[in-house]
T-cell receptor, first 115, second 115 residues
Framework: ETGVTQSPTHLIKTRGQQVTLRCSSQSGHNTVSWYQQALGQGPQFIFQYYREEENGRGNFPPRFSGLQFPNYSSELNVNALELDDSALYLC??????????????FGEGSRLTVL | AQSVTQLDSQVPVFEEAPVELRCNYSSSVSVYLFWYVQYPNQGLQLLLKYLSGSTLVESINGFEAEFNKSQTSFHLRKPSVHISDTAEYFCAVTPFSGGYNKLIFGAGTRLAVHP
């Protein structure tokens, strides 16, 4: 069984640039969520994708956007990067779109540094 | 809206000593409760969860947590810790009827087990 994989693991960008982060969900999981974990804080929910559509969103501006593909993999795109976007971005997959199973399966994250 | 407070940012403890990591939450609706663990350079893993039933839940590696509705707490305990328990522990909640996998995390507690 393949777990959740994310790429790249680390990257550095400058303010104003755009970034795309990628995630492959665990085998058999049709739902992907994205979280932002700033240094010293807990993860914060960005949004969730189910069947290629966004079906839940946290308190993040529209410059945070995403996609889910037919194979359930996903991308997180952030435009017009700001210094405060520096964080660990976590992808999590689950076999359902609701918290019925009570468990999310997380990847190791993509660490973004904005200079 | 929901919020989670982890009362200790760091907990140092000697090997084989007992430990308690405290978690309080605030919510106007009923919630599911979770503890996730993040070992160094790894993604978050579910440690244990409370969905319904017995208020005392246990993990396979000796941790337990008790849901206290009147005190809105979900403290994590282990009677005897090992060096390998050194990690960051996150308490999280999600509302019953969220419809999607939005976890609200606390800021985390770093457990450092010393020999």
């Amino acid at each position: 069984e393949t777990g959740v994989t994310q790429s790249p693991t680390h990257l550095i960008k400058t303010r104003g640039q755009q970034v795309t982060l990628r995630c492959s969900s665990q085998s058999g999981h049709n739902t992907v969520s994205w979280y932002q974990q700033a240094l010293g804080q807990g993860p914060q929910f960005i949004f969730q994708y189910y069947r290629e559509e966004e079906n839940g969103r946290g308190n993040f501006p529209p410059r945070f956007s995403g996609l889910q593909f037919p194979n359930y993999s996903s991308e997180l795109n952030v435009n017009a990067l700001e210094l405060d976007d520096s964080a660990l971005y976590l992808c999590a997959s689950s076999p359902t779109s609701g918290m019925n199973t009570g468990e999310l399966f997380f990847g190791e994250g993509s660490r973004l540094t904005v200079l | 809206a929901q919020s989670v407070t982890q009362l200790d940012s760091q907990v140092p403890v000697f090997e084989e000593a007992p430990v308690e990591l405290r978690c309080n939450y605030s919510s106007s609706v009923s919630v599911y409760l979770f503890w996730y663990v993040q070992y160094p350079n790894q993604g978050l893993q579910l440690l244990l969860k409370y969905l319904s039933g017995s208020t005392l839940v246990e993990s396979i590696n000796g941790f337990e947590a008790e849901f206290n509705k009147s005190q809105t707490s979900f403290h994590l305990r282990k009677p005897s810790v090992h060096i390998s328990d050194t990690a960051e522990y996150f308490c999280a909640v999600t509302p019953f009827s969220g419809g999607y996998n939005k976890l609200i995390f606390g800021a985390g507690t770093r457990l450092a087990v010393h020999p």
